[in-house]
Each structure stands twice: as C-alpha cells, then as structure tokens.
C-alpha cells in the first residue's frame, strides 16, 4: 500500500514545483469535466466505483460513445458480466447506437464470462490470456479508451489476495504503458473499504465513487472524486441524474465568480417600480420577490416576462404551483397576456409539482429548459414548494445552484418565495445574500381590509429608493401608488381614499379661497384705478374749463375791441365838413 501512495505523493511534489499536471481526456458527460479540470487523466486508469444501479456502466459507455462522436477517439468495451444485445439494448433509450459504431469499426465490445472452475492453476497464476484479447481488440479498432466493466468480476477469478494485488497492478502497467485512457468499473466494498477487494482505489490514478440513495422517498444519485493524482478537482458530493441524454452531474456552485456584469437595465413592466430601481434591474442580475401568501409576487414576476417578450426576448417560466392555463387565465385578468406570447414561441412555461422529483432533477430541468430555449430571462414561481423535497440547507443549496447556472450564462433570473413571517424580512429560501435586488411586499390591514405595500430591500451597483409604495393590480397589470401618512401610519385602501377626497376637498377650499383673495385684491386694485382715472378725468375736465373760459374771454376782448373801433370810426366821419 505504501508503494502504491509514494507516485501519488511524488506528482504532488512535482506539480508544487510549477510542472503541468496529466493531460486530460474529455469524457463529454456534462458537469464531470467541469468538476474535474477537463476529464479523466489520459493514458492512465480511471475507476469508477458504486453501488448496483449507480450508474457504472453508463458511465463508462458514454465515456466511449462521447470520446468516439465528440473527439474521434475509437474505444474498447470489454464486459464480464453482460452481453453485447444487453448492453446494447440498455443504452438505445439514451439515444446511444452501440451496433451502428461497431459496424462502423470506431468501437470493439468483448463480452464474455469468466468461471473460476474454469482456470488450472499450474505454477504461477496471471493474466496473459486477458492481454492478448485487449491487445487484439485495441488493434482492431486503433482504439484509444478503453472500458473494463466489472472488475470485479475478473478479479473474482483470481485465486488469492497475493495474486489480485500482483495482476491488477501488472494490468494498470500494461494499459498505461500502450497510452490507453482506461475506465474500470467496480462494486463498491463493505466497510471503510471503495470497492470489494480494497485494492483497486490504491492503484488507480483517479478514483470516482457513485451513490444512489433514497431520502423521503426520493432517490437521487451522488458523484464524488475520492482522488486525482497531479491535478486540483472539485472534492464535494454532486448530484448526478441519468437523463434521456445520458448523465447530467450538477456542480454545487460554479467554480468561481468570473461571470461578466452588464451595464444595460431592463424594465421590470412597472414604469413606477423601474424608478424606484433608478431604471429598472441589471442585465443578467438576480431578482427575488418575497411576500406572504396573496401579495402579487406572481404578478411582478408575470409582468417583468411580459416585458421580456414585449422586448422580443424569449423567457422560461418555471411554476411550481400552477399550470399554464392556470397562470394565463389569472394573469390575463390582469391584462398581462401570457398566452398570446406562448403562441408566438416567446414563452414557455414548465409547470411540475416539486414532490414529483428530486432536487437534483430540478436542477436538470432548469438545465435542459436553458439549454433549448437560450432565454435572455428565467423566472423560477414559488421555490420554497421546493422545501417539500430536501431540508431548508438542501433547498438553499438548489437555488443558490440555479442562480449559478443563470448568471453565468447572462441570464437575468427571477425568483418568488414565501416569508416565514409578515413582519420578518425573512424568506423561506436562504439566499437573500446572493440575489442582486430583493423586491419585499406585504399586506397591511387597516380599517377591516388588506391591501398591499411594495418596499425595495437592496439593489446591488444603484440607486434606489428607500419609499414604501402600495401595489394595486389593476385591469392593465401591476401599478404602484404613492402611500399617505396618517396620525397611525401609512394609509391604504379606503383609508387612503377618504384621505384622497378629504385632501381635494381641502384643495378645493384652499382654491376657493385663493380665488377669492385674488378677486379682491384685483377689485381693490380696480377701484384705485377707477378713482386715479377718475382724478385724471376730473383734472382734464377742469383743464378744458379753463381753456373754454380763456376763450369766451379772449372773444369778448375782440369783440369789445372791434365795437370800439367802429365807434371810434363813426365819431370821425360825422365830424368831416363836405
């Protein structure tokens, strides 16, 4: 055992002093290279070990299949336990075509079964029998990879421990000495042990271990890398699912937080709800919308894919509580016309109940749904129903996993959760701190009746306001109102109402008195007018006077000054002798 460590602990010397690590072969199972760096080591052993019905031989198939159609590598699949048309048969529904790669000589399956009644053991017991068949059927094909599928099924051969130990390490040799990328499958052991015989593990570079479990009546599929000599590789346990496309591996969170963020906003539907958010959300950002039960986070969450789709935007909506007619009916009453762009392939909407699967198969489906439909907006209704599956940790997990896989695909995700409690900030989905915007509503009651308030909680990089606004549905979608503050608090519904028509009343008083004030004071400045023209005209009168009297009296003169002339006139004629 010791010997077979001192490599392992040599290539970590070697990597520490800044060489490469082992090249590495894509398997093309999607999430396994992203967790491993890239695949499997090249030219070295791989195995693969689990528990029955884990998934071992569909790992190694596909490993083959992908490697033949994706890279061009031909393979061997030598199998100790089933035959060709079984093997054959199994796989078919995955959409893998063993037969046709056969005839097309890219692939070489062997099958056939060993029988330790039927081995003499005459001196010293090995393998060569084994070799020669592997080597004739890698020169068949040129082949690349290789599968031995169950190892323990030839080991079991074997006589002793002393002569397992001996031969596997002689066969590892072998296949590592011809370049072969090798996957070995095998049973998993009792105990502390990976496998049944314990020895495997210790010879193998890399160590992958499969677990299928049932919880709540649930089974999910773990994958987890035991080790990988001279490279760095994900060490958690990761859901795994065997899907119509072959495995599916869900890493926990992406490796690292190196997702491109946007500048460009995108309106929410709700031009008042885009103000208070400085102009709408982020691009590729998180939003959630919390509330308790009957708040409208359905209803913002319908809006802001109406946008999307108004923009010409495709959008996934995920609901977990109600079925597509359902939610086009209950968002048409409020005019958002969800099913007019179903029609025009702008919107899909996956409804499931939680419960019908494991969180892991949420994960795939969000997975699946993006990878068809490459939306530009996800919305995910009602995550908390998936606290029905997993505990409150598991379901964090999932969601956290979710926004992962949508922002580092610049995909703007918007999720709806439940609070725990009405007056706590507190949803039921512990991922507050990931999300870039949390929207809040509330009801609040007041004089017998229940309306809604909006609060913006945090949006991430921008302004935003710190208002309390109350939300209405009305018959063209979501609206928000400015709220009153009355001696007991903010005033909504009919509260607000009376203080609406008590404050135009007011208006119309204040007006009304406004009007009269500017009437007097515009007939006081009337009346001084009046009285300065009437003093004007008084003065022009007396002006006029004056100049009428002047001239009667300038008349008169002349008129006394020609009768005195005439008269002075008449005495000097009489007084003329003839």
């Known amino acids: ?320 509580e109600e079925s597509p007619s359902q939610l086009a009916r209950n968002m048409a009453s409020i005019g958002l016309d969800l099913e007019g762009w179903s029609d025009r392939g702008l919107l899909v909407v996956h409804s499931v109940r939680p419960t019908a699967f494991g969180l892991e198969e949420h994960l795939a489906q969000v997975q699946r749904l993006v990878e068809q439909h490459d939306p530009s907006l996800v919305v995910l209704d009602a995550m908390a129903s998936l606290g029905h599956v997993g505990s409150r940790d598991d379901t964090s997990s999932v969601v956290s996993r979710d926004l992962d896989l949508l922002k580092g695909r610049g995909i703007t995700a918007v999720m709806t959760t439940l609070m725990h409690r009405q007056e706590e900030e507190v949803s039921q989905v512990d991922v507050s701190s990931l999300v870039d915007t949390w929207i809040l509503l509330r009801n609040h009651e007041s004089n017998g009746e229940r309306n809604r308030l909006l609060f913006v909680i945090k949006s991430r990089g921008t302004a935003h306001s710190n208002q309390v606004r109350e939300f209405v549905l009305s018959d063209t979608g979501p609206e928000l109102v400015p709220v009153f503050l009355g001696p007991d608090g903010v005033l909504t519904g009919s509260s607000r109402a009376a203080q609406e028509a008590q404050e135009r009343r007011d208006r119309q008083v204040e007006e009304a008195a406004r009007r009269r004030r500017e009437l007097e004071h515009r007939t006081r400045r009337a009346e001084t007018e009046i009285e300065s023209m009437r003093r004007v005209l008084q003065a022009e009168r007396a002006e006029l006077d004056q100049l009428l009297e002047a001239e009667r009296s300038a008349h008169e003169q002349a008129g006394g000054r020609a009768e005195q002339a005439r008269l002075r006139q008449g005495r000097g004629t009489r007084g003329v002798t003839p």
């Open 1 to 320: 055992m010791n010997e077979d460590e001192r490599p392992e602990r040599g290539e970590a010397r070697r990597n520490a002093s800044g060489l490469a690590g082992p090249l590495k072969a894509p398997t093309g199972i999607t999430g396994f290279d992203e967790v491993t760096g890239g695949g499997v080591p090249r030219g070295r052993p791989t195995l693969v070990a689990g528990t029955a019905g884990s998934g071992k031989t569909l790992f190694g198939l596909e490993f083959l299949v992908r490697g033949i159609v994706e890279h061009g590598e031909p393979g061997v699949l030598l199998a100790f336990e089933e035959s060709e048309d079984d093997l054959a048969t199994n796989v078919a529904s995955l959409g893998f075509d063993l037969p046709r790669l056969v005839e097309e000589g890219k692939l070489f399956i062997d099958c056939f079964r060993l029988d330790p009644a039927d081995f003499l053991e005459t001196g010293s017991f090995d393998l060569d029998g084994l070799f020669i068949r592997l080597a004739s059927a890698v020169e068949a094909v040129g082949a690349k990879r290789v599968v031995l599928d169950t190892v323990e099924i030839l080991l079991g051969a074997l006589p002793d421990s002393s002569v397992v130990r001996s031969e596997l390490g002689r066969l590892f040799r072998w296949l590592k000495d011809r370049g072969l990328t090798v996957v070995i499958t095998g049973e998993r052991g009792g105990g502390d042990e990976l496998t049944r015989f314990g020895i495997e593990e210790y010879v193998s570079d890399c160590v992958v271990a499969l677990d299928h479990r049932v919880r709540n009546g649930i089974s999910t599929r773990r994958l987890r890398v035991v080790k990988y000599r001279g490279s760095v590789h994900g060490t958690n346990e990761y859901p795994f699912l065997v899907t119509a496309d072959g495995i599916v591996v869900v890493p926990i969170t992406s490796l690292g937080l190196t997702h491109e963020a946007s500048h460009e906003r995108v309106s929410t539907g709700v031009p008042a709800l885009d103000a208070m958010l400085g102009g709408g959300v982020f691009r590729g950002s998180s939003v959630m919308v919390s509330g308790s039960a009957g708040t409208g986070k359905t209803s913002i969450a319908a809006s802001m894919a109406h946008a999307a789709c108004e923009r010409g935007e495709r959008v996934v909506f995920l609901s977990f």
